[in-house]
């Protein structure tokens, strides 16, 4: 019974992990830009289908995470400027209409390059078994998840909250007239903070192939889970959405494992619970 409950908490926390590393990236933008980008997944779906081209034709897996990473940065610093940056002060409804434009086009472009089956996608044989302790079983693909989501919290956090890039990209969110006027690159901040939350998203990508699949739908199925992590944590707040991502992972899998009549409904409710007690989320602040 004991090793069945840690499974199931250790699963959950890893599916969460999973979670915060699809979801981050979009807490990035839309808490520090105010920029409302429903097509984040799409980029995590490039950052896929880059990893798995990668790795059928003999690139080893982890090789190709940061090269994923660094093709959904690429393609986004190309749309940041010449679709998002236009729209930074329009009204929420013309950013949600934009984006949502581009993930039926991504969606639509993802069938045709690479048609509508399941991608896999081959692991090393260091992450493809497990680890036994006592009489637990612990993946090892799942292990890296916690491992990864873990190392990226403490950079994040260490690179938006005490470095002067971060500093610089808070003053221009919080007083961007006032940052011009002190010398800080505005536009630049920007282009790199979208580019770090796009990167973030194609980094997440790949590494979901092996817990979710990946299908043309992957940029709108993942979509919800996502706006629900970066809502139940707090716009902007790095801890927010890895406490928020952590609590729903374990949410939904032990809500399919101890309560399969509510299966996949269990996180819509937790989520439902958390914001009646803190609208503004886990960390947020009332604006």
Not at 107 to 114: D, K, R, T, V
Not at 178 to 198: E, H, K, N, Q, Y
Not at 264 to 269: A, E, G, K, P, T
Request: a positive charge.
């Amino acid at each position: 019974m004991l090793a069945s409950f840690i499974g199931v908490l250790f699963d959950g926390f890893a599916f969460g992990m999973l979670l915060f590393l699809l979801s981050v990236g979009l807490s990035v933008t839309l808490g520090m830009m105010n920029f409302i980008n429903l097509a984040h997944c799409s980029f995590a779906m490039l950052g896929g289908y880059v990893a798995v081209s990668l790795v059928n034709a003999g690139w080893p897996f982890l090789a190709t995470l940061p090269v994923a990473f660094a093709a959904a940065a690429a393609v986004s610093v190309v749309l940041e400027r010449v679709l998002y940056r236009r729209l930074y002060r329009s009204s929420d409804l013309d950013q949600c209409l934009l984006t949502i434009g581009i993930v039926f086009m991504s969606i639509a472009g993802a069938a045709w390059l690479f048609g509508t089956v399941q991608q896999p996608v081959q692991l090393p044989p260091a992450l493809r078994g497990a680890l036994q302790f006592g009489p637990v079983r612990f993946a090892s693909y799942r292990l890296f998840l916690v491992g990864t989501g873990l190392a990226l919290t403490v950079l994040l956090v260490a690179a938006l909250e005490y470095t002067r890039f971060g500093a610089q990209v808070r003053a221009a969110v919080d007083k961007q007239r006032m940052a011009r006027g002190l010398g800080i690159d505005v536009d630049a901040a920007f282009a790199i903070t979208f580019a770090l939350g796009s990167g973030l998203a194609g980094l997440g990508g790949a590494l979901a192939i092996e817990i979710v699949g990946l299908d043309p739908a992957f940029a709108l199925t993942n979509l919800i889970y996502v706006l629900i992590v970066v809502a139940v944590g707090g716009l902007g707040s790095i801890g927010g959405s890895f406490a928020a991502a952590a609590l729903l992972g374990v949410s939904d899998v032990a809500g399919k494992y101890y309560l399969p009549a509510l299966g996949s409904f269990f996180i819509y409710l937790v989520m439902v619970g958390l914001l009646m007690w803190r609208p503004a989320g886990l960390f947020g602040k009332r604006t």
